[in-house]
C-alpha cells in the first residue's frame, strides 16, 4: 500500500518507502542500540526468510511501509509502518527515529501526522504494541492521547530475547463532514 501523497511536519517529511532506502533502514533497525525495543532481530540473527519479507517491503498489499526524512536535506532518519484491519478502520503502527535523532522531538511531530491521516482516511482507532522499558514511545503514545488497553509480552524475530508489552489504543472522533 501506497499514501500516494505525502505527510508534511515542520522538519521532517513522511514518504512511501523506496527499495534504496533499504540499506540505512536495516543498518538502524539490526543495531542493537537503535532496534533494542523493536521485534525485528540484530544483524547476527537475520535469516533467509527475512532477508525475502525485506525485498518486499514496497508497495506492500497489507501495510503502508514508510519512510521519515529531513525536510531540509531529504536525509533518511526513521520509519513508520502503518497496517491496516480488512475494513480499514483499525490501523496498527509502528515507528523508529535513528538514535541520531534522538529526543529532538522528531517523533513527537510523527504522531501526530499519523494520527491525522489515518482519521482522514476513515480510520476510527490506532493501536500500538511498546516494551515496557521503551520509557520514550510510551510517554510519546499516551501524550498524545493512546491509552494502555492490555499487556502482553513480544519476542524479537529469531532470537531468544522478550519484552514486557503495553497495547496501546487511540479511539479517533467521528469525522463531523456530512
Known amino acids: 500500500?501506497?499514501?500516494?501523497?505525502?505527510?508534511?511536519?515542520?522538519?521532517?517529511?513522511?514518504?512511501?518507502?523506496?527499495?534504496?532506502?533499504?540499506?540505512?533502514l536495516v543498518a538502524m533497525w539490526f543495531d542493537e542500540e537503535n532496534?533494542?525495543?523493536?521485534?525485528?532481530?540484530?544483524?547476527?540473527?537475520?535469516n533467509d526468510e527475512y532477508r525475502k519479507a525485506l525485498e518486499k517491503l514496497e508497495d506492500n498489499p497489507h501495510g503502508y511501509y514508510l519512510t521519515l526524512v529531513l525536510n531540509a536535506s531529504e536525509e533518511i532518519m526513521g520509519s513508520c509502518f502503518m497496517f491496516p484491519d480488512d475494513k480499514?478502520?483499525?490501523?496498527?503502527?509502528?515507528?523508529?527515529?535513528?538514535?541520531n535523532y534522538w529526543r529532538?522531538?522528531?517523533?513527537?511531530?510523527l504522531i501526530p501526522l499519523i494520527i491525522d491521516w489515518v482519521h482522514g482516511h476513515g480510520g476510527i482507532e490506532?493501536?500500538?504494541e511498546v516494551a515496557k522499558e521503551n520509557i520514550a514511545s510510551n510517554s510519546l503514545l499516551r501524550k498524545n492521547g493512546f491509552e494502555v488497553i492490555r499487556e502482553t509480552r513480544f519476542k524479537k524475530y529469531n532470537m531468544d530475547v522478550y519484552f514486557d508489552s503495553y497495547i496501546y489504543r487511540l479511539?479517533?472522533?467521528?469525522?463531523?463532514?456530512g
Open 88 to 99: 480499514k478502520e483499525s490501523f496498527d503502527i509502528a515507528y523508529c527515529i535513528h538514535k
Open 35 to 46: 532496534g533494542k525495543y523493536l521485534s525485528d532481530p540484530t544483524k547476527d540473527y537475520v
Open 1 to 24: 500500500m501506497q499514501l500516494k501523497n505525502n505527510l508534511y511536519a515542520s522538519r521532517i517529511t513522511v514518504r512511501d518507502y523506496r527499495k534504496s532506502d533499504l540499506p540505512f
Open 126 to 128: 490506532i493501536t500500538a
Open 171 to 177: 479511539i479517533l472522533k467521528k469525522s463531523s463532514v
Open 104 to 109: 529532538q522531538g522528531y517523533a513527537t511531530e
